[in-house]
C-alpha cells in the first residue's frame, strides 16, 4: 500500500503494512512518519507479500479512519497538485480528515464486507468474539446502537475498539428524515424573483453565475432559495463565506431561512474532533447543507448538487500557505467534474471573475457555461449610505481625526447613534521616530520599523514578533523625545477618548480581541448600543449588521493608492463598498466619510458614482496594457534562507532554469528582494513570471521544481501559483 505525505518537492508515497486492517483504496487511514502520526490517503493497495527482505521493515497501519472518498474528491486533490505545484500527499491532505483527530461519536457501528468476513471465520470457542459478532447478526442488520454498547463487558468493548481500528466496522451517523425544506423568506422583489429564476434554470448541470448586486440587493435570500430547490432535489449543498463572515449570526440567519436542514459547519478553528465530526457527517451524508469557509472546499460530501460562494472577491479564499490554493477557482473546478453549477455572489466582483463572466461570450463553448445576473436595487426600502470624501488635513486634525469626521461623530452621539472608524492598521502607531534627527526604530531582525503598543509601552515587530522596550531618548542624537507617526487603532482611541470624554468607545482589532469570546462579547455590545464609537480594523468592515450604526468614517485609505501591491486599489473598492453597505442598513440613514489627500483619484470618481462596472473596465484595461492578472496568469517563486548567498545562488540557477522552459510562452522577472527582505534574519527574495497559458507555465514551473530538487539548494523555497500575497 502507499501512502503520500508532503516528503519533498516532487513527492512520493510511502507503503505501510495493513495486516488484520481492512483499507479500501481511497480510505482514509491513520499512519506515523517518524514518530508522529498522520491522517493519510490510501492511493494502492497490493496483495500478499512474501515478507522477505524489505517488506519485513515495514510499518504499520495504525488504524483506519474512513472508507472510500468520492474518487471525485481524490480527482480534485490531484488537480490541486498539479496546478498549484505541490506534492501529491500534500494536496491529500487537504482531502483526508483533520489530522489524526479523535474519532467521532457516532450513533452505532455496522459491519463491513472486511467485517462479514471476520465475523464469519470466527471460531465458535472465541466465546468474547462470538458473543460480540452475535450481537450483530442476530439483530440480523448488521449494525447496533451506540446504546447497546453499554450493556457490553469490559472485554467486548475492547475487541469493539479492535475491529474499528481494523477497518471492521464503520461508523453509523443518522439518517434524518428526508423532509422537504419549505425555505423561509422574503417575498421577492421583482428582481429577486428573475435572479433566483435564473439560477434555478442553471441548476441541473454545470455553471458558472455571477450574482453581482449592491449591498442589501438580497443576494443571500435569492441564493438560498436556489439552496432550497437543490436540498429539496435530495442533494447535498456548500455555501462558502469568507473566514471573518462565518458567524453564529450567519448560521442563525441561514437555518431560519432553512429550517430543518441538518447542516456541518467547516473551518480552521473549529477543535480536531468538532471537525472530525462534522467531516464524518458530511461523508456520511447525514448533513445536507455544508456551511464553511475555504477548506469547506473539499468536503467530503457524495452527493454534491451545488457550490455558493459569498463574497467570492474575498482574500480569505486563497490559503497564504502550502498548498497555496484558491477556494473559488478550486470550487469550479470541483463542480466542473460533478457537473453541478456554482454561484458567485460579489457587490464588487473580482476581475478574474469579472473578465470570465462578462467575456464569457468571446470564449467559445466554454463560455456557455457562464451566466451574469445582476440586481441593481436594495431588496429593502432603506436609503443607501450617502458617501463622502474629507479633507485628511483640516484645522483641527488629531491622530488622523479631521475636524469634518470629529464633528459626523458628535451629531451621532447627540442622537444616540453609533459611530465606526476604520483603520488598517495594528498598534498605537506605525513607527516611533525621532522629530529631531528622524531617527526611527528598526527591528534589528527585520527590514521593518518597530511598532509602539501603548499599552504594554513596548516595541513590536508585527513581521517576526521581537519586542523590545521604548527608549527613553532618541538612540542617534539623545533628543529627548520620541514621537510615534501615522495612525493606529490605539492612537485613534486615545484621541477619540480625548475628544468625547463622556462617549463610550471600544476598540475592535487582533490585540485587543485575542480572546476566544472577545469578539461575541463586543459585538453583544454594539447591538445592545452599550458602546457609542467603535475603532477598528477591516474585521468590523465585512458582515456585521448594526441598526443603529449610521457613521463610518475611514481614515487611511491613501496608503492603497500608492501600493506596490497590483491588487490595492481594487480591494479598497470592495472594502470601501462593503463598509458603505455597513452603515444605514436599516431605517436610519448611514453616511460614510473617506479621508484623503487625494479626493481626484479615480477610485474614489467611481466609488462616489456606484461605478464599479466603470471601475472594473478601466483597471481591467490597465491590466490587460501591462500584462498583469487576470490578463496573464502569474506564478510568485520564493525562497529564504540565513544564508544570503545561498538564496543568490539559488535565483541565479532557478532563473535561468525557469526562462529556458518558458521559453517564449511567457516572462521570467528578475529576481527581487521580498518587500519585507529580512524576516527574523532570513534573507527573503521572490520572483515573478507570467505567462498568457495555463499549461506552459504548469510545465515549466514543474520541470524548474524538478530540477531544483535535484540541485538540493540550501533554502527554503517554494511556488505560489497565481501569489495574492507578496509579502
Ligand atoms: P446582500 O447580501 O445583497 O448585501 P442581504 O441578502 O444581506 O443583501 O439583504 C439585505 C437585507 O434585506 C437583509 O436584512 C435581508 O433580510 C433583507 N431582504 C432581502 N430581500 C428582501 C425582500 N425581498 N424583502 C424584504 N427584505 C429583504
Ligand atoms: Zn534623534
Ligand atoms: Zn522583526
Known sequence: MEVPLAIDQVGRALDYTVADRDVELNGCVEVTVGVRPYAALVTAVHGELTGEGDVGKLKPVRRVLSGALPTALVTLAQFVADYYQVPFGMAAGLITPADAAPAPDPTGWAL????????????????????????????????????????????????????????????VFAQPQPTLVLPQLPEFTPAQRDAADALRARSSAFSVSLLHGVTGSGKTEVYLDTVASVLNAGKQALLLVPEINLTPQLIDRVLKALPGVATAVLHSKLAAGERNRAWHRVHSGEARLIIGTRLAVFAPAANLGLIVIDEEHDGSYKQNESPRYHARDVAIVRAKQADIPVVLASATPSLETWRNVRYAAAQGARGDAYQYIALRERAT???????????????????????????????????????????????????????????????????????????????????????????????????????????????LEAALIEAFPDARVARADTDSLSGKHAWRELYERILAREVDIVVGTQMLAKGHDFPALTLVGVVDADRALFSTDFRAQEDLFALLTQVAGRAGRHALPGEVMIQTEFPDHPVFHALLAGD????????????????????????????????????????????????????????????????????????????????????????????????????????????????????
Request: proline share 7%; with cysteine; aromatic share 6%.
Open 112 to 171: 463491513t464486507s472486511g467485517g462479514r468476513a471476520h465475523v464469519a471465520g470466527i471460531p465458535p470457542h472465541h466465546r468474547a468474539q462470538r458473543a460480540l459478532a452475535d450481537l450483530f447478526t442476530l439483530r440480523n442488520s448488521d449494525a447496533i446502537d451506540v446504546a447497546a454498547t453499554d450493556e457490553l463487558s469490559a472485554t467486548q468493548r475492547r475487541l469493539l475498539r479492535d475491529w474499528q481500528q481494523a477497518g471492521w466496522l464503520a461508523p
Open 612 to 727: 464599479y462596472e466603470g471601475f472594473a473596465e478601466q483597471t481591467l484595461a490597465s491590466r490587460e496594457a501591462i500584462g498583469l492578472p487576470p490578463a496573464t496568469r502569474m506564478a510568485l517563486v520564493r525562497a529564504e534562507s540565513k544564508d544570503a548567498q545561498a538564496v543568490a545562488d539559488f535565483f541565479t540557477q532557478a532563473h535561468a532554469v525557469l526562462r529556458e522552459a518558458l521559453g517564449d510562452e511567457g516572462e521570467v522577472f528578475a529576481p527581487q528582494p521580498a518587500p519585507l527582505a529580512r524576516k527574523a534574519d532570513f534573507t527573503r527574495w521572490s520572483m515573478t513570471a507570467v505567462a498568457v497559458k495555463v499549461r506552459p507555465l504548469a510545465e515549466a514551473l514543474l520541470t524548474l521544481r524538478q530540477a531544483m530538487q535535484a540541485a538540493k539548494p540550501k533554502v527554503r523555497w517554494a511556488v505560489d501559483v497565481d501569489p495574492y500575497d507578496f509579502g
Open 381 to 491: 426600502a432603506a436609503a443607501p449610505s450617502s458617501l463622502r470624501l474629507v479633507p485628511a488635513r483640516g484645522r483641527r486634525v488629531k491622530a488622523g481625526l479631521s475636524e469634518t469626521l470629529a464633528d459626523g461623530i458628535a451629531a451621532r452621539l447627540k442622537r444616540g447613534e453609533q459611530s465606526l472608524v476604520l483603520v488598517n492598521r495594528r498598534g498605537f502607531a506605525p513607527a516611533l521616530y525621532c522629530p529631531h534627527c528622524g531617527w526611527s526604530a528598526p527591528c534589528k531582525r527585520c527590514d521593518a520599523k518597530m511598532t509602539l503598543h501603548q499599552t504594554t509601552r513596548s516595541l513590536r515587530c508585527h513581521h517576526c514578533g521581537a519586542q523590545s522596550g521604548v527608549p527613553s531618548k532618541c538612540p542617534a542624537c539623545g533628543h529627548p523625545e520620541l514621537v510615534g507617526a501615522g495612525v493606529g487603532t490605539q492612537k
